[in-house]
């Protein structure tokens, strides 16, 4: 049984609900769709969530909505009329409209792009429509009941051997619509995916599957045939952004692995994540590179501070005090380095620091900017000498120096600190070393 997942681009148009359709249609395993709503048909062009976010804040400050909510309603006419169904849309959006004018919320406006496109391509499938309002539960403060979750869908989906869910939101047990962050569908798919116990979980969307390195940095950089889901969680903190994170956690507890396809080169068969995977499942020592700019590094020096007990929790109290958080801890015997996001950093610098000095008494605080963090990930790398050699010396070889070093017990992944300047060059020399050979 296969839970498929169809992104915003994958159905922003009459002719991409057609490829969608083929594809349903090419495996009888895919039994249950998760539709996100109409996405962007090309340059210039809005999104269905995005016209529906411009409704609400038009409402909630006494203006007109009525002509972006009439080209939201024709969007959706134009593609029923090019696919030849007949659907009346008038009830839905006039139920829209009055429900904004008394009041409703920001969550339940951008909810009807998926309400309204999954209608749409259930009655395109001929499969029966599930409202996910329904099925998937939220607490009145807006957190996800997971279990609660699984529960309402394995029973409503029990007597239904097809159907269509739409992805990003749900609901409290009251009816009031609650949503994900953007990006939420996936985390929806993934939720009928557990709850039904499917064999496999298809995120289809307008890439094919992961690459081992941003492509604006490395275009020919290779797709990753697979890749764990530790290795993706890694990846994915440290930038890839081809699925949700919050996605992974509900398949991955279930041990259902996730498959990244293209829904524009279906015969490709993109990236699969799975809870375990072999070393001889990659033909190179690392499965993927990834990072992040806008990093800044503030070091602490202090003679003796591994003998002052405490001395570590007291400075990660002055960042906590101010609201920032940090990403890593590179330390020394004489030295703690504490890295966060440079723009949480600024506008408490001064006193995080001085609060520090109040705290541990440092013999010196100093603040590095524009730091650049890079991840390169891989299961294959425990088992493979030299690989930390490896890598630090093609960063070397570039002229580049490294600020700071960072690697877990686990060792799958090693993360560099570079310049910003240096972050382009830094990711092009690691793919070089470990896949151009």
């Given at each position: 049984?296969i ?10 148009d009459a002719a991409?609900?057609v ?9 009888n395993?895919?039994k249950y ?12 062009d809005?999104?269905i969530?995005?016209?529906l ?7 909630n ?9 009439e080209?939201?309603?024709?969007r959706?006419?134009e593609i029923?009329e090019?696919?030849?169904?007949e659907?009346?849309?008038s009830p839905?959006?006039?139920?829209i ?10 969550e339940?406006?951008a909810?009807?792009?998926e309400y309204?496109?999954?209608?749409l391509?259930?009655?395109y ?8 309002a329904?099925v998937?539960?939220?607490t009145?403060?807006?957190r996800?009941?997971?279990e609660e ?9 029990k007597?239904?051997?097809?159907a269509?869910?739409p ?10 619509v609650r949503?994900?962050s953007r ?6 798919g993934?939720l009928v995916?557990r709850?039904?116990?499917a ?7 307008d890439?094919?599957g992961?690459?081992m ?22 990846l ?8 949700h ?13 996730t498959?990244?396809?293209?829904t524009?080169?279906?015969?490709h ?5 799975r809870?375990n995977?072999?070393q001889d499942?990659t ?8 990072g992040h ?13 591994n003998a ?10 002055a960042?906590?005090?101010y ?10 015997i004489?030295?703690m380095?504490?890295v ?14 001085r609060r520090i000095?109040?705290l541990v ?6 603040v590095h900017?524009h730091?650049?963090l890079?991840a390169?990930v ?11 050699a490896?890598l ?7 002229g580049?120096?490294i ?5 877990g017990?686990s060792e ?9 300047d240096d972050?382009?060059?830094?990711v092009?020399?690691?793919?070089d ?5």
């Amino acid at each position: 049984m296969i839970v498929a997942k169809f992104g915003g681009s994958s159905l922003a148009d009459a002719a991409q609900f057609v490829k969608v359709k083929d594809i349903v249609r090419a495996n009888n395993e895919r039994k249950y769709i998760v539709p996100s709503a109409p996405g962007k048909r090309g340059a210039g062009d809005d999104k269905i969530t995005d016209l529906l976010y411009a409704c609400f804040d038009a409402a909630n400050n006494g203006k007109s909505f009525r002509h972006v909510l009439e080209r939201i309603q024709a969007r959706y006419v134009e593609i029923a009329e090019e696919l030849g169904i007949e659907m009346d849309f008038s009830p839905e959006f006039a139920a829209i409209e009055q429900a904004l004018k008394n009041g409703a919320s920001r969550e339940y406006a951008a909810s009807r792009g998926e309400y309204l496109n999954g209608k749409l391509l259930a009655k395109y499938l001929d499969f029966p429509f599930v409202d996910a309002a329904e099925v998937i539960r939220f607490t009145r403060d807006g957190r996800l009941m997971e279990e609660e979750t699984n529960a309402l869908i394995a029973s409503r989906l029990k007597g239904l051997p097809r159907a269509v869910i739409p992805g990003f939101y749900g609901a409290e047990e009251d009816g009031t619509v609650r949503t994900f962050s953007r990006g939420g569908s996936d985390v929806s798919g993934a939720l009928v995916a557990r709850a039904v116990n499917a064999d496999i979980y298809e995120n289809w969307t307008d890439v094919t599957g992961f690459r081992m390195a941003d492509p604006r940095i490395v275009p020919d950089a290779q797709y990753i045939a697979t890749i764990t889901y530790r290795e993706l969680r890694e990846l994915s903190y440290m930038g890839a952004t081809v699925l949700h994170e919050e996605a992974v956690f509900p398949v991955r507890k279930a041990g259902i692995p996730t498959n990244i396809r293209n829904t524009n080169d279906p015969k490709h068969p993109g990236t699969m994540i799975r809870a375990n995977a072999g070393q001889d499942e990659t033909m190179h020592t690392i499965t993927g590179i990834a990072g992040h700019k806008g990093f800044s590094i503030v070091s602490v020096e202090k003679d003796m501070m591994n003998a002052e007990l405490g001395f570590g929790r007291r400075v990660l109290q002055a960042f906590e005090e101010y609201g920032v958080s940090f990403e890593h801890l590179p330390t020394g015997i004489d030295t703690m380095c504490v890295v966060v996001h440079e723009k949480e950093l600024k506008p408490h610098q001064e006193e995080v620091i001085r609060r520090i000095c109040e705290l541990v008494n440092p013999d010196q605080v100093t603040v590095h900017d524009h730091l650049a963090l890079i991840a390169t990930v891989g299961r294959g790398m425990v088992r493979n000498f030299g690989t930390a050699a490896r890598l630090f010396t093609a960063i070397s070889s570039q002229g580049i120096s490294i600020r700071t070093i960072d690697q877990g017990s686990s060792e799958l992944n090693i993360i560099v600190g570079v310049d910003e300047d240096d972050f382009e060059n830094a990711v092009k020399a690691i793919y070089d070393t470990f896949v151009r050979i």
